[in-house]
């Protein structure tokens, strides 16, 4: 634990030692009385930090995905454990910082960014609780913990799309039949912009006042089958440039599948598929 002193304490102190030295030298029982007063609030001050802090639970709950090199907004919840609540908590991570008014023995909800720099699973995240209370003085710290269970995605890398990415299922050796080509899949709801009237969302027009409509992905295109061997560079950035591929063609409606370190996986849409093949890379 970790007492830093601002300003304002540094001040308390120094007049504190000042009007010690003149009681000294005067003999003057009301200064006495003073500096007595002015060291009994520091100790008191300190005690009380330091229960302000204790007994503090942090728990956080990743976003669905987390990418290395990219900050990235947790839901983080504190609570106390004692039955005596805790006032003005700050918790921090590297790039971010968030204050909790009051801390008692309800889960209290916040956002907090983090930031990974590298890829693979995280089991435990350190973070910094402090807080100034109560003389705003004096900044009680201590570093915590947290277990959590986290598979940081490579970094995306931007690279142009290989040539006969667009493999055929039967080149992927998949058996999976051809879709048909007209039946779409939903994708999710954007502003009017000249679609068909048989996409318009008329329960949300009529909501919202303005013209929506749902957006569809086509199922005529082809998969993508990726691998290591389509992309070039060291282990980490073609890991990074499958990822950044992994992303773009699914969220450009292709069926997208991985072949890799012996594992395949067959190629489907959607973004349970993106995290399955983001997870795939992270933990290669």
Same mark, same amino acid.
């Given at each position: 634990?970790?007492?830093?002193?601002?300003?304002?304490?540094?001040?308390?102190?120094? $007049? %504190?030692?000042?009007?010690?030295?003149? $009681?000294?030298?005067?003999?003057?029982?009301?200064?006495? /009385?003073?500096?007595?007063?002015?060291?009994?609030?520091?100790?008191? *001050?300190?005690?009380?930090?330091?229960?302000?802090?204790?007994?503090?639970?942090?728990?956080?709950?990743?976003?669905?995905?987390?990418?290395?090199?990219?900050?990235?907004?947790?839901?983080?919840?504190?609570?106390?454990?004692?039955?005596?609540?805790?006032?003005?908590?700050?918790?921090? *991570?590297?790039?971010?910082?968030?204050?909790?008014?009051?801390?008692?023995?309800?889960?209290?909800? #916040?956002?907090?960014?983090?930031?990974?720099? @590298?890829?693979?699973?995280?089991?435990?995240? @350190?973070?910094?609780?402090?807080?100034?209370?109560?003389?705003?003085?004096?900044?009680?710290?201590?570093?915590? +913990?947290?277990?959590?269970?986290?598979?940081?995605?490579?970094?995306?890398?931007? %690279? $142009?799309?290989?040539?006969?990415?667009?493999?055929?299922?039967?080149?992927?050796?998949?058996?999976?039949? %051809? *879709?048909?080509?007209?039946?779409?899949?939903?994708?999710?709801? &954007?502003?009017?912009?000249?679609?068909?009237?048989?996409?318009?969302?008329?329960?949300?027009? $009529?909501?919202?006042?303005?013209?929506?409509?749902?957006?569809?992905?086509?199922?005529? &295109?082809?998969?993508? /089958?990726?691998?290591?061997?389509?992309?070039?560079?060291?282990? +980490?950035?073609?890991?990074?440039?499958?990822?950044?591929?992994?992303?773009?063609?699914?969220?450009?409606?292709?069926?997208?599948?991985? @072949?890799?370190?012996? &594992?395949?996986?067959?190629?489907?849409?959607? #973004?349970?598929? @993106?995290?399955?093949?983001?997870?795939?890379?992270?933990?290669?």
């Amino acid at each position: 634990m970790r007492v830093k002193v601002r300003r304002s304490g540094t001040v308390f102190i120094g $007049a %504190t030692v000042f009007l010690g030295v003149a $009681a000294a030298n005067t003999g003057n029982n009301l200064l006495y /009385i003073v500096v007595s007063a002015m060291l009994s609030l520091m100790l008191v *001050s300190g005690v009380v930090s330091i229960l302000n802090i204790r007994g503090i639970e942090v728990r956080l709950i990743p976003p669905l995905e987390v990418f290395a090199g990219r900050r990235v907004r947790f839901r983080v919840l504190v609570r106390k454990g004692f039955r005596v609540p805790s006032f003005l908590i700050r918790l921090s *991570s590297d790039v971010d910082e968030v204050l909790f008014p009051l801390v008692d023995d309800r889960w209290r909800e #916040e956002r907090l960014y983090l930031l990974f720099n @590298k890829r693979g699973r995280v089991d435990r995240v @350190k973070l910094i609780l402090s807080s100034d209370f109560p003389l705003g003085m004096f900044v009680r710290s201590m570093e915590v +913990e947290v277990k959590t269970d986290i598979i940081v995605f490579p970094k995306p890398v931007p %690279t $142009a799309v290989p040539i006969g990415a667009a493999d055929k299922r039967k080149e992927s050796g998949s058996s999976r039949p %051809t *879709s048909v080509k007209g039946y779409e899949e939903f994708k999710g709801i &954007k502003d009017y912009a000249g679609e068909p009237m048989k996409l318009i969302h008329w329960k949300l027009t $009529a909501k919202r006042g303005e013209i929506t409509v749902r957006e569809m992905l086509s199922e005529d &295109k082809e998969p993508v /089958i990726l691998s290591l061997d389509m992309v070039d560079g060291d282990l +980490e950035t073609r890991l990074s440039k499958l990822a950044y591929l992994t992303v773009r063609f699914i969220d450009e409606g292709y069926p997208v599948g991985l @072949k890799l370190n012996g &594992k395949e996986l067959p190629p489907e849409r959607g #973004e349970l598929q @993106k995290v399955a093949i983001l997870r795939e890379l992270a933990l290669y």
